[in-house]
C-alpha cells in the first residue's frame, strides 16, 4: 500500500496535468445505421490503421499493417491497398522502383551488406500515410514504415509516386545516426506539406514512458517536423511535451497543426508559421474523455478523428484482436483554423460487434470509411445525409 501522502501527490499530480484542458461535451448525430454500409475485406488485408482519400479521383489508400502477425512471431507482414470508391473494387498496390523496375527477391537482396538500410518491399510495415498533390498535379503518398533491422526496430518515412494505381519508391528518410540507430522514438502517423516535408508525431514507447502517460499523462511524446531542403536526414523536434501523440493534420492554408494524444484523450490545436514550419507553444486543447487516434478531413470544414471509448477493450484488442467499441468523432473547425468546441459529435459508434478498434475515419461524398488497428477489414457507409455538409 502506498502512504497517504503519496497517493495525495499523485492525485494533484493528474489533477494538475488535467487542469489546463478544456472538456468538451459531444453530441450524438450519427450519420450511418447499421444496415448502411458492407465491410471490405482482401487477402492480406490485415490491420487497416490508416486511410487516406483522393477526393478528386475517389481512390482511397489504405494502411494495413498486420500487427497481431508481429505480436504472435515478431514478422512483420504490411501491404498498401487502393480502394476505388466509385467501383467499390480493393487491390493491393504494386511497388517498382523509381524508374519502374522491378525490386530484386528478397533472399538476393539481404546479400549485400550495403543494403541493409535500405528500402524493400517485403520489409515494409506500414503506419500513418498523408498524401501530397505536387504543383504538376501527380500525387505523391507518404508513409510511416517500421523495419525491424538486425534484430533492432527502425523507423523511416518512405515517399511514393502514386499513378495508374502502383506505387513509385522516390525516397526513404531517416534519423539515423552514424551506426544506424535512430535518434527518434517510434513515429505514428505523418502530415506531408511539402515535395519531401513532413511533420510526424513521435509518441514514446519505452515501457516507463507508456507507464507513466497512462496513470498520469505524462507528457513524453513529441512532434517532428522534416523540412526536405537540404537534403538531409535530420529531424526537428518542433512541439515536446504530449501524452502519447497520435493523429496530426493540418488546415489548407497551413496556419493551423491539430495533434490527437491517446493518454491525455485531447485535441491540441496549434499555431503554425507557414514559411518557416515552425510552431508557436501553448496550443488551445479540447479533451475528449478517450484515447484518440488519426485524423482527417471533410470538406476542409470538419475534422474526423477516430476513437477508442474503452481504454482497457482497446489494450486487450491490440494484443490479441479482441472485440472492442469503436467511434468517429467529428469537430468544425472555422476558416481561420481555429477549433470550435461547441461542434464535437459523435457520428459513428459500434461496440465492436461491425468493427474493433476503429483507428480512422475517412469522408468521400456520402461514404464513410472506417479503418481498425487489428481487424482483417474496413467498414465502407453510407450516410443518412444529415449534417454531412
Not at 487502393?82 to 523509381?98: F, Q, R
Request: hydrophobic letters at 35%; one cysteine or more; glycine letters at 8%.
Amino acid at each position: 500500500m502506498l502512504p497517504t501522502k503519496i497517493k495525495l501527490l499523485f492525485i494533484l499530480l493528474t489533477l494538475a496535468l488535467c487542469s489546463c484542458i478544456q472538456t468538451v461535451k459531444i453530441h450524438q448525430n450519427h450519420l450511418t445505421s447499421p444496415n448502411s454500409g458492407r465491410a471490405i475485406s482482401s487477402k492480406n488485408l490485415n490491420g487497416p490503421e490508416d486511410i487516406t482519400i483522393d477526393q478528386e479521383a475517389g481512390l482511397a489508400y489504405v494502411s494495413c499493417r498486420d500487427l497481431l502477425n508481429r505480436v504472435k512471431s515478431g514478422t512483420p507482414k504490411g501491404r498498401i491497398f487502393e480502394y476505388n470508391l466509385k467501383t467499390s473494387k480493393i487491390k493491393e498496390m504494386p511497388i517498382l522502383k523509381s524508374d519502374g523496375s522491378q525490386f530484386q527477391k528478397l533472399d538476393e537482396f539481404n546479400r549485400y551488406e550495403k543494403n541493409a538500410l535500405q528500402f524493400h518491399p517485403d520489409n515494409i510495415e506500414p503506419h500513418g500515410v498523408s498524401l501530397y498533390r505536387s504543383d504538376d498535379q501527380s500525387l505523391k503518398l507518404f508513409v510511416i514504415n517500421h523495419e525491424t533491422i538486425d534484430g533492432e526496430p527502425r523507423d523511416f518515412v518512405e515517399i511514393f509516386k502514386i499513378e495508374s494505381g502502383t506505387l513509385y519508391h522516390l525516397r526513404r528518410v531517416s534519423d539515423l545516426d552514424s551506426e544506424g540507430n535512430n535518434r527518434i522514438n517510434t513515429l505514428n502517423d505523418i502530415q506531408a506539406v511539402g515535395e519531401e516535408s513532413f511533420y510526424a508525431t513521435e509518441p514514446n514507447m519505452s515501457i516507463w514512458s507508456l507507464l507513466t502517460g497512462w496513470l498520469w499523462e505524462a507528457k513524453n511524446g513529441n512532434v517532428v517536423y522534416y523540412d526536405g531542403s537540404d537534403g538531409k536526414d535530420q529531424y526537428q523536434r518542433v512541439i515536446q511535451g504530449l501524452a502519447y501523440p497520435n493523429g496530426i493534420a493540418i488546415n489548407a492554408e497551413g496556419t493551423q497543426i491539430y495533434v490527437s494524444t491517446i493518454f491525455s484523450e485531447s485535441v491540441f490545436e496549434f499555431i503554425r508559421n507557414p514559411h518557416t514550419g515552425q510552431i508557436a507553444p501553448s496550443p488551445k486543447s479540447y479533451r475528449l474523455g478517450f484515447p484518440l487516434d488519426n485524423m482527417n478531413w471533410q470538406d476542409s470544414k470538419w475534422l474526423l478523428v477516430g476513437g477508442h471509448p474503452s481504454f482497457y477493450k482497446m489494450g486487450r484488442h491490440v494484443k490479441n484482436g479482441s472485440q472492442a467499441p469503436s467511434t468517429i468523432i467529428r469537430f468544425k473547425v472555422h476558416p481561420n483554423g481555429s477549433i470550435d468546441a461547441n461542434t464535437f459529435e459523435e457520428i459513428f459508434y459500434d461496440d465492436g460487434t461491425l468493427i474493433s478498434g476503429s483507428s480512422v475515419g475517412a469522408i468521400w461524398k456520402d461514404r464513410l470509411l472506417v479503418g481498425s488497428v487489428n481487424d482483417a477489414k474496413f467498414l465502407d457507409i453510407k450516410t443518412e445525409g444529415k449534417g454531412t455538409n
